[in-house]
């Protein structure tokens, strides 16, 4: 299986200021027929199920605010929130889809400092 | 509007069984792939099952003793659990996949709690 390692576990950052999540990946999840990375990042807050934030490292589902970023290729990747909002207080997941079974990254509890 | 709304969950003992289901609108539920996943208490997510017409695929954790279904015709999923666990006690949300099995998911139900314990 492919195992998923984010950090920080947990991150308090003030309002208006730069989150920064890792999530390292035991294999590369870059398809090279097509170059695309099989990760994606997902918000979860408190009682919500959760809700794909961005697909293939970095594009965008629709409705999501653009201060929500992904970046990176092969086995590390990147979810910054540009300017943190009150209403992004949740914990965020990282996932790969790239091989069977799909895995998940431990979750990381973003704050308000 | 896509919507998915799990039934099911409920208190058993070990090595007890229960059915949870999944009921899919807003969609042309026969053509995506469908998944279970769950989460413990306070823990993360951990990826159960999928299937789509051609096939499914299991977690190791549960593969012998968790059966998924689907129903096309009543847009229903299904998850038949036995020989249940404490360690599977957790809420089990139903997830749309793609066209294709490796894609993410993209709607996701709001959970049916499922507590394994005597």
């Known amino acids: 299986d492919i195992v998923m390692t984010q950090s920080p576990d947990s991150l308090a950052v003030s309002l208006g200021e730069r989150a920064t999540i890792n999530c390292k990946s035991s294999?590369?999840?870059?398809?090279?027929?097509?170059?695309?990375?099989?990760l994606g990042w997902y918000q979860q807050k408190p009682g919500q199920p959760p809700k794909l934030l961005i697909s293939?490292?970095?594009t965008r589902e629709s409705g999501v605010p653009d201060r929500f970023s992904g970046s990176g290729s092969g086995t590390d990747f990147t979810l910054t929130i540009s300017s943190l909002q009150a209403e992004d207080v949740a914990v965020y997941y990282c996932q790969q889809y790239y091989g069977t079974p799909p895995t998940f990254g431990g979750g990381t509890k973003v704050e308000i400092e | 509007e896509v919507q998915l709304v799990e039934s099911g969950g409920d208190l058993v003992q070990p090595g007890g069984s229960l059915r949870l289901s999944c009921a899919a609108s807003?969609?042309?539920?026969?053509?995506?792939?469908m998944h279970w996943v769950r989460q413990a208490p306070g823990k993360g997510l951990v990826w159960v099952s999928r299937i789509n017409s051609d096939g499914s695929s299991y977690a190791d954790s549960v593969q012998g003793r968790f059966t998924i279904s689907r129903d096309n015709a009543k847009n229903t999923l299904y998850l038949q659990m036995n020989s249940l666990r404490t360690e599977d006690t957790a809420v089990y949300f139903c997830?749309?996949?793609?066209?294709?099995?490796?894609?993410?998911?993209?709607?996701w139900g709001q959970g049916t709690l499922v507590t394994v314990s005597s």
């Open positions: 807003g969609f042309t539920f026969s053509s995506y792939w």
């Open positions: 293939w490292a970095s």
């Open positions: 294999q590369s999840v870059l398809y090279s027929s097509n170059n695309k990375n099989y």
């Open positions: 997830a749309r996949g793609g066209y294709s099995a490796y894609v993410p998911n993209d709607y």
